[in-house]
């Protein structure tokens, strides 16, 4: 069956950066794109961007160029974002999610919760 | 970016109840509309795509509809693992966004 594992939560202090991963099985990773999507109290879910992952190619939402980095390891099976200069305000959970085509999410990792603070 | 506007936020309800669920876009959408469920502990599931397209698994209490900017999630009969977060989102157009969420509670 499908599933997307992702790696565990993060504490990390503003200023730095984190990489979050999620592991695909169950499929053929580079058949779909893998998307990632923020969550918090405050603004609710909100899109990051997608990476093709047979290419490479990716697209980002505006809102996250210059914070989220998104990259796949094809022989792993694994996509990865790195999020830089991190403030409080990207203290989330933050979800990957299978696409079978950019903007719907057909399968979604459990989450990862990232905090930032001093 | 296309505001999703979802009514009500927090609805009380029985088992058996009807209910249903609004979302509003901000302008058309063409019917590329998706619903969510999450659950307390995080998990998302998917329930509906593009607008009335049930999910493999999802059971058939739940249906969707709705056309242009209005749309709705129903679930005729609800049972108890229902009781949770629903969410709408739209992918026409970049980026995709999503309702700010309705709360199925338990009355």
């Known amino acids: 069956q499908v599933q997307l594992q992702q790696s565990g939560a993060e504490l990390a202090k503003p200023g730095s950066s984190v990489k979050i991963s999620c592991k695909a099985s169950g499929y053929t990773f580079t058949s779909y794109y893998i998307s990632w999507i923020k969550q918090t109290t405050g603004q609710g879910l909100e899109y990051i961007g997608y990476?093709?992952?047979?290419?490479?190619?990716?697209n980002y939402n505006e809102k996250f160029k210059g914070k989220a980095t998104l990259t796949v390891d094809k022989s792993s099976s694994t996509a990865f974002m790195q999020l830089s200069s991190l403030t409080p305000d990207d203290s989330a959970v933050y979800y990957c999610a299978r696409s079978p085509h950019p903007g719907s999410f057909a399968y979604w990792g459990q989450g990862t919760l990232v905090t930032v603070s001093s | 970016d296309i505001q999703m506007t979802q009514t009500p936020s927090s609805m009380p309800a029985s088992l058996g109840e009807r209910v249903t669920i609004s979302c509003r876009a901000s302008q058309g959408i063409s019917n590329y509309l998706n619903w969510y469920q999450q659950k307390p502990d995080g998990t998302i599931k998917p329930l509906i795509y593009?607008?009335?397209n049930l999910q493999s698994g999802v059971p058939s209490r739940f249906s969707g509809s709705g056309s242009g900017t209005d749309y709705s999630l129903t679930i005729s009969s609800l049972e108890p693992e229902d009781f949770a977060m629903y969410y709408c989102q739209q992918y026409d157009s970049s980026p995709p966004t999503f309702g700010a969420g309705t709360k199925l509670e338990l009355k």
């Open positions: 593009y607008t009335s």
């Open positions: 990476i093709n992952t047979g290419s490479g190619g990716t």
